[in-house]
């Protein structure tokens, strides 16, 4: 079974930075993608970033590019998402998923999730 740990969330002031984590245990981390998603309260998990296995192939939401980056240390297990430059609009719980096959931006056809980490951004 595949267990998807996010860490590193918490409060920042807006224009500043940080950067989650997401630890992997299991096979499925080698042979897929994963992927970061967010959830604002009441509202449906929205796409922010996805990387392929290999992490040469990444894509990310348009209101996160230029702010956000999205990697992977299969070497560690570990996926990761650098936030620059955050918003009180970028306040929400971000989830780590994982899946068996390429990038996708779509929640439905993720596999495994974690348990998410509220990052919170005052104005």
């Known amino acids: 079974q595949v267990q998807l740990v996010e860490s590193g969330g918490g409060l920042v002031q807006a224009g500043g930075s940080l950067k989650l984590s997401c630890a992997v245990s299991?096979?499925?981390?080698?042979?897929?993608?994963m992927g970061w998603f967010r959830q604002f309260p009441g509202k449906e998990r929205e796409f922010v970033a996805t990387?392929?296995?290999?992490?040469?192939?990444?894509y990310s939401a348009d209101s996160v590019k230029g702010r956000f980056t999205i990697s992977r240390d299969n070497a560690k297990n570990t996926m990761y998402l650098q936030m620059n430059s955050l918003k009180p609009e970028d306040t929400a719980v971000y989830y780590c998923?994982?899946?068996?096959?390429?990038?996708?931006?779509?929640?439905?056809?993720?596999?495994?999730w974690g348990q998410g980490t509220q990052v919170t951004v005052s104005s």
């Open positions: 990387i392929s296995r290999s992490g040469i192939s990444t």
């Open positions: 998923a994982a899946r068996a096959g390429g990038i996708m931006t779509t929640a439905g056809v993720y596999d495994y």
């Open positions: 299991g096979d499925t981390f080698r042979s897929g993608a």
